[in-house]
Structures are given as C-alpha cells and as structure tokens.
C-alpha cells in the first residue's frame, strides 16, 4: 500500500480544495446534527426490542430481528458519517480561520454555497470588480487555502 504522504505528490491540491469546499455544508450538518440522528435511531431501536413480531422472514429470523439488525446497520452509517464529518471540521476549520474574511466571503460564494450558481457576480458586486478580476481574486483564495491544507 502507497503510504498517503507519497500520494500528495500525485494530487492536484487545488481541485481537491474545490472537492473538500463543495462538500463543506454536508460535513457541517452531519457534525452538527448527527449526535441527534444517532439518538433516534437509538430511540427507535428501544421500542424494536417490545415488539412480539415473531414473523418468519427469509434467512431464518423473524421481523423483529430484521428490524433491530437493520437499525444497528442505520445507526453504524450514522455514527461513521457523524465521526467522518466531526473529523473533517477539526482538519479544515484551522487552514479555513487563518483565511481573511474576504477570502472567506469568496471561497464560500463559489464553492460552499455553488448550488446557487452565483458566486462569481456576487463576488463582482461586492468588491466592485469585472469578472476576470473576480475569477483571479478568488482563484488567489483557492490555492491560498489548498496550500495551508497540503503544504
């Protein structure tokens, strides 16, 4: 197995910024929220466990034991996204702060919040610049920030 240090070599810092960055409101959701989904897959696993279901199913159980398998393979998902999404913002917020807020603003704009499809005439408007000033402002941003992360 390639150790990832070497890897790092073989990588395009600034297109996997852009990945990290587009995937950013997932992983803060999840971190956010994801103790509470966990808590009511939990929940709902306490009430499984009244349930005299004892139904036959296909592979020897019966629905009860479905069901209860198939809420602990629900809550293993969760708990891996919740830690995979906690870790993510303990690695990024750090290079992320050390950005001015204008950096911020644009990084966000562009890649945070792409599904509004308006991040590079918002940036044109707020620093009252053309398109090909906004593009190169916030491109500076980017490798800004791709390179606190992987250098």
């Known amino acids: 197995m390639i150790k990832p240090d070497l890897l790092i070599d073989y990588l395009d810092p600034v297109k996997a910024t852009k990945a990290i960055l587009r995937d950013w409101r997932t992983q803060e959701f999840r971190a956010e929220y994801g103790r509470d989904r966990i808590g009511e897959i939990d929940a709902g696993m306490v009430r499984l466990g009244g349930l005299s279901d004892a139904t036959p199913v296909q592979g020897g159980g019966n629905r009860q034991q479905e069901a209860i398998c198939s809420a602990i393979d629900r809550k ?75 250098w």
Request: net charge negative; proline share 1%.
């Open 76 to 150: 293993t998902v969760a708990e891996r996204g919740y830690h995979r999404a906690v870790t993510y913002m303990q690695e990024i917020k750090p290079y992320w702060d050390q950005l001015t807020e204008d950096e911020q603003y644009m990084l966000t704009v562009r890649f945070v919040d792409h599904d509004l499809g308006d991040g590079i005439k918002r940036v044109m408007e707020r620093f009252r610049v053309e398109k090909s000033q906004a593009y190169d402002i916030s491109n500076a941003a980017l490798v800004k920030l791709a390179k606190l992360i992987f």
